[in-house]
């Protein structure tokens, strides 16, 4: 099997996109013998905040959500209506700071309420970018060792936990800078651009893992960063990819793994084919959609027990102004990046058990104090 297909099984999946312009990307019919062919399909309105592309090590949210909502147009008209009238604005299109805002705390309260309208129609995924790049670390390059050995990271969960170890110990292992400077060399060369400055070589990369995997003061820290080291091959396959086929999906964008989940998580709650509506997003081209749900829908025998297939239809892009299903969802998205990151910084914050009955339950979390206010769970016990 080749590396390249099992690289974009896990990004799409996210291991461990005046009258509406529509851009309608519709894929062949996969259904074939599962048994889905005349099912009514869903429609799903989407919507994300703190996209910053694959700038992760360098981005100024340290939280991603992508937001989904299950609402035909008039009922989430209605919503919106109804969030006006409660917090009042000119803008001609409401956003979630004006809902975040002191002015729309009633608001706010009633959206998210266990009676409001979001109620059971409603999903949150978050992404912490920090956990995030961690993860990438491990999915990208370490998991290919690994998995050249004929050793399975996925199975119990591996994988994660080997992210969590180096999310959590590597600062301390080998202090804040190395870290620091290991993550960011990491960002650059797996990005499929970089936009400032030149992007890192393979060869600055592995001299950056050789210099910190000497001077790791932590075991377990030390244990990954030596299976990193091996894999020098398998990030100048990833190079060679990059200049092959620039439309391959981005690797570091978290909008990539976070629409897989969000696709997944109302299949398995619906038991139904998915369509998307989904607000412009730069990243989701054509030729990108079309390999996503091809992906998804496909995914690779020793995944699927994992990541079983998942039945979509189509991705729409529209322009948020004309759909309020898409507004609620932002809505839904900027109050959920917010109120996380609050949890995040402080451990606790008065108004982020709100979204409790929104978060996914595999979101990309591992700080313990923030995930229990934000679920009511630990983070390790997933």
Request: net charge negative; with cysteine; glycine share 6%.
């Amino acid at each position: 099997m080749k590396a390249s297909g099992r690289a974009s099984h896990r990004i799409a999946n996210g291991s461990y996109g005046a009258p509406v312009e529509r851009a309608v990307i519709v894929p062949r019919v996969f259904y074939g013998n599962m048994g889905w062919v005349g099912t009514k399909e869903i429609e799903i309105a989407c919507d994300e905040s703190g996209s910053e592309g694959e700038n992760v090590t360098g981005a100024s949210h340290r939280v991603f959500v992508h937001a989904s909502v299950d609402f035909t147009v008039d009922e989430a008209a209605s919503v919106m209506g109804e969030v006006r009238r409660l917090a009042p604005s000119q803008a001609p299109e409401y956003k979630s700071d004006q809902l975040m805002s002191p002015a729309g705390r009633e608001a706010l309260a009633w959206l998210l309420s266990p009676n409001g309208p979001l109620a059971g129609r409603a999903h949150a995924y978050l992404v912490d970018k920090d956990y995030f790049i961690v993860g990438k670390v491990v999915d990208l390059l370490v998991e290919e060792v690994t998995h050249a050995a004929d050793v399975d990271l996925y199975a119990d969960r591996q994988a994660r936990a080997f992210a969590w170890t180096l999310h959590r110990q590597g600062a301390r292992a080998l202090g804040l800078a190395e870290w620091s400077s290991l993550l960011g060399a990491f960002n650059s060369l797996m990005r499929a651009k970089q936009r400032r400055g030149l992007k890192t070589t393979v060869d600055e990369f592995f001299d950056i893992v050789d210099r910190v995997r000497l001077h790791s003061r932590r075991r377990n820290v030390s244990e990954v960063l030596d299976l990193l080291w091996r894999a020098k091959p398998h990030a100048d396959d990833f190079q060679a990819r990059l200049m092959d086929d620039p439309d391959q999906l981005p690797a570091l964008d978290p909008l990539i793994a976070s629409l897989g989940q969000t696709v997944r998580w109302w299949h398995e709650e619906k038991q139904r084919p998915v369509r998307i509506v989904h607000d412009r997003q730069a990243a989701l081209t054509p030729v990108r959609v079309a390999k996503f749900i091809e992906t998804i829908a496909h995914p690779f025998p020793e995944f699927a027990r994992f990541t079983p297939p998942t039945h979509i239809t189509a991705i729409d892009q529209v322009d948020s102004k004309y759909d309020p299903r898409v507004q609620v969802a932002d809505l839904l998205a900027g109050a959920s990046r917010e109120l996380a990151s609050d949890a995040l910084a402080s451990g606790h914050d008065n108004r982020s058990f709100q979204l409790r009955p929104f978060v996914d339950g595999e979101s990309l979390w591992s700080d313990d104090a923030s995930w229990r206010t934000l679920t009511g769970r630990d983070a390790l016990g997933r």
